[in-house]
């Protein structure tokens, strides 16, 4: 078993957790309209639908992988062109990081749990990311390939819960932060262009 893989696995997403996107802004907006424990519903709505989306990847790509090697490849090149894609979306967008569109309306504990699921389960871009990101960190000649891609989602949603958890926790300083410090949109955007390359260099080399 290979804990370097592991590791490196970790730090990419806790940096893309951390990133400005869709799903910890949605947190962040929660937190802040509803109060912090309704963002936590989100965040836990948010990692479930990654659950299903885990599923999906070890078994599909599992047995890609024992039927067919040479597919296995196509899909970690195309893993790696994907995310050089979204680098390049990343630096062609903005570097404002908006927190505006809060509602009004105070939801419940339930429906934003289930609004988080939805959101993941039937984003087709977040299987695609799955599909591109997981297959390049298989870690292990030893264990089964669904086994190692569970391994993986079960880290990727401990990282991103403690990410965006704190996120929904300390709403109110992070908005501040936001507010006040404009080259933080500029930073992260940087950093997540500089982990999307760096992926995709390791997925064409691996």
């Known amino acids: ?17 951390l990133s400005p996107g869709p799903d910890n802004i949605f947190v962040l907006i929660q ?26 990847l070890a078994f599909g790509v599992s047995a890609i ?4 090697p040479t597919i296995f490849t ?3 090149v195309f893993g790696a062109a994907y995310l ?4 390049i979306m990343v630096y062609k967008g903005g570097d404002a990081i908006s927190i505006e569109g809060e509602d009004p309306n ?5 429906s934003l749990y289930k609004q988080g699921f939805i959101m993941n389960v039937l ?7 799955f599909l591109a990101f997981f297959p390049g960190f298989l870690f292990s000649d030893s264990l089964s390939n669904v086994i190692q891609f569970y391994t993986l989602g079960f880290l ?3 990282v991103s819960s403690i990410v965006f958890g704190g996120i929904a926790i300390l709403s109110g300083q992070i908005s501040n932060f936001l507010t006040t410090n404009q080259r933080t949109g500029f930073v992260l955007k940087w950093v997540q262009i500089i982990v999307f390359v760096g992926i995709a260099i390791y997925l064409f080399l691996g």
């Not at 078993?1 to 957790?17: E, G, H, Q």
């Not at 509803?34 to 299903?52: E, F, I, Q």
Request: aromatic letters at 14%; charged letters at 10%.
């Open 1 to 17: 078993m290979n804990y370097d893989i592991l590791l490196a696995f970790s730090m990419a997403t806790f940096v893309l957790a």
């Open 31 to 56: 937190s802040i309209s509803n109060g912090k424990k309704y963002g936590l519903a989100v965040v836990a709505g948010l990692m479930t639908g990654c659950l299903v989306h885990t599923t999906l």
């Open 65 to 68: 992988i024992k039927n067919n």
């Open 74 to 76: 196509f899909i970690k």
């Open 84 to 87: 050089v894609y979204l680098s």
């Open 106 to 110: 105070k939801k419940s504990f339930g």
């Open 123 to 129: 984003n087709p871009k977040v299987t695609i990311f």
């Open 156 to 158: 990727f949603i401990l």
